[in-house]
């Protein structure tokens, strides 16, 4: 028996329930948020053909869906909203009652311990689908700081937990935060869509919000997904202006993104799985090549692992009700 080592790691392999008393990193429908798509319109639930199990939803149906995510225990969800029409100044996004603010309202009303975070940008609500005002082509970074911070505003009176700004212009969050301030909402947190990568994975997303650009492409704005060190300063930007909790968006592609971001500030930390990430693990699953249960677990666990402390991911509701077995 001398020719054994002493330590053997697979004495605690043996049995799942040894496995779980030693396990390392645990994923918990607390710390998951599901993101939302809300639409114009009553009854209205349109699924989403590149994010199968994902729909748009009127106002109506975005209320019972957040009802069953607190009762399946998802602690959190992310509100997109698509307005009844838009413009070249996204003027939707900035109106008291625009999709998100009738969105809150229901909500709160169905489901008031939940955790909302809204989306801040104005891709969603530009008919030319860019994240900020144009002048001759080019989106126009300091104007566009004034609507989002209104649309901010617009969110926190309606009765926002948190509002993430996603859009990626210099110097929004400090524009955000002192809006905020300004008008008795220094309550409110921030989460920054700090470190956004200009990524091949945002495909599916862009059906479900309605966000395509008309043009171009957002890599003006967003980060090239080579550069690591400019992660690190945007990270840092956002919170010297103001940032409660910052995001590495996407998550799995990223991972080392993820764990220098928490080792270098260690700061409350999102990480967004995104669309095409959702997408990959549901075509696989649907073609019998992976177990999707099992993907998703390992996806989820190698995202916290890596230092995320939240996770935003369309995998939220199927988790808890116990899709994934982390």
């Not at 969800?77 to 100044?89: C, E, Q, R």
């Not at 939940?114 to 989106?139: A, F, K, N």
């Not at 060190?229 to 910052?246: K, S």
């Not at 989820?300 to 808890?320: E, K, M, S, W």
């Amino acid at each position: 028996m001398s020719r054994f080592p002493t330590y053997r790691p697979r004495r605690l392999r043996r049995r799942e329930a040894l496995r779980r008393l030693v396990r390392e990193t645990h994923v918990s429908a607390t710390q998951l948020v599901q993101p939302l798509f809300v639409v114009p319109g009553t009854n209205v639930e349109t699924p989403v053909a590149s994010m199968p199990g994902v729909a748009q939803m009127s106002v109506d149906r975005i209320a019972e869906e957040c009802q069953r995510l607190v009762d399946a225990g998802v602690g959190s969800v992310l509100l997109f909203g698509i307005p009844d029409t838009k413009d070249a100044t996204g003027s939707g996004a900035v109106a008291p009652d625009g999709i998100i603010p009738r969105a809150l309202a229901a909500i709160r009303r169905a489901a008031g311990d939940l955790v909302v975070i809204t989306d801040v940008c104005l891709c969603e609500y530009t008919d030319h689908g860019h994240c900020g005002l144009l002048r001759e082509g080019e989106v126009d970074n300091d104007p566009t700081l004034e609507v989002l911070a209104a649309e901010a505003l617009a969110h926190a009176r309606a009765g926002a937990d948190i509002v993430a700004p996603s859009d990626m212009m210099d110097g929004r969050v400090g524009a955000i935060r002192r809006a905020l301030d300004a008008a008795g909402f220094e309550h409110v947190p921030i989460l920054a869509y700090a470190a956004k990568f200009a990524s091949g994975f945002y495909g599916p997303f862009r059906d479900a919000a309605e966000s395509t650009p008309a043009f171009g492409d957002r890599r003006g704005y967003q980060m090239d997904p080579a550069n690591v060190e400019e992660a690190l300063r945007e990270v840092a930007l956002d919170i010297d202006e103001g940032a409660d909790m910052v995001m590495v968006k996407p998550a799995l592609p990223y991972l080392d993104v993820i764990r220098r971001v928490k080792e270098r500030f260690g700061y409350p930390l999102a990480a967004y799985q995104v669309s095409g990430e959702y997408a990959m693990i549901k075509a696989a699953a649907a073609n019998g090549w992976i177990d999707e249960a099992r993907a998703v677990e390992e996806t989820l666990t190698a995202i916290r692992r890596a230092g995320a402390d939240v996770i935003i991911t369309y995998f939220a509701h199927d988790v808890a009700r116990g899709l994934g077995r982390p």
